[in-house]
């Protein structure tokens, strides 16, 4: 079974920033062969993507957050990281990390259950 937890949410002001991390475990999973992502879910929103890293190394990020989110994998310590910079109200969220597994035969997508970011004055 795979888990993933994220960690380092928390309340900053605006301005701030902070480091997402998430640890991925399982008896035989590793990170560098999945493609992933940290989602985020405002209040009375949809969850959306934020930021992706595919195996291979690749990355993408919704606009909002280009030139000041910056997503990083460790695949030696199979954790993921999204660091955020310049962080704004708009921002808050919780922010979760999933992890797609896509072979010619099967996709398999794990969940983290998610870390609360609060940006506010």
């Known amino acids: 079974q795979v888990q993933l937890v994220e960690s380092g949410g928390g309340l900053v002001q605006p301005g701030g920033s902070l480091r997402l991390s998430c640890a991925a475990s399982?008896?035989?999973?590793?990170?560098?062969?999945?493609?992933m992502g940290w989602y985020r879910q405002a209040p009375g929103k949809q969850r959306e993507l934020v930021a992706f890293?595919?195996?291979?190394?690749?990355?993408n990020y919704t606009d909002s957050v280009k030139g000041r989110f910056t997503i990083s994998r460790d695949n030696a310590k199979n954790t993921v990281y999204l660091q955020m910079n310049r962080l704004k109200p708009e921002d808050t969220a919780v922010y979760y990390c999933?992890?797609?597994?896509?072979?010619?035969?099967?996709?398999?997508?794990?969940w983290g259950r998610g870390t609360q970011v609060t940006v506010s004055s």
């Open positions: 999933k992890a797609s597994v896509i072979t010619p035969i099967r996709r398999d997508d794990y």
């Open positions: 399982g008896s035989i999973f590793s990170i560098s062969i999945a493609n």
């Open positions: 890293i595919a195996s291979g190394g690749s990355t």
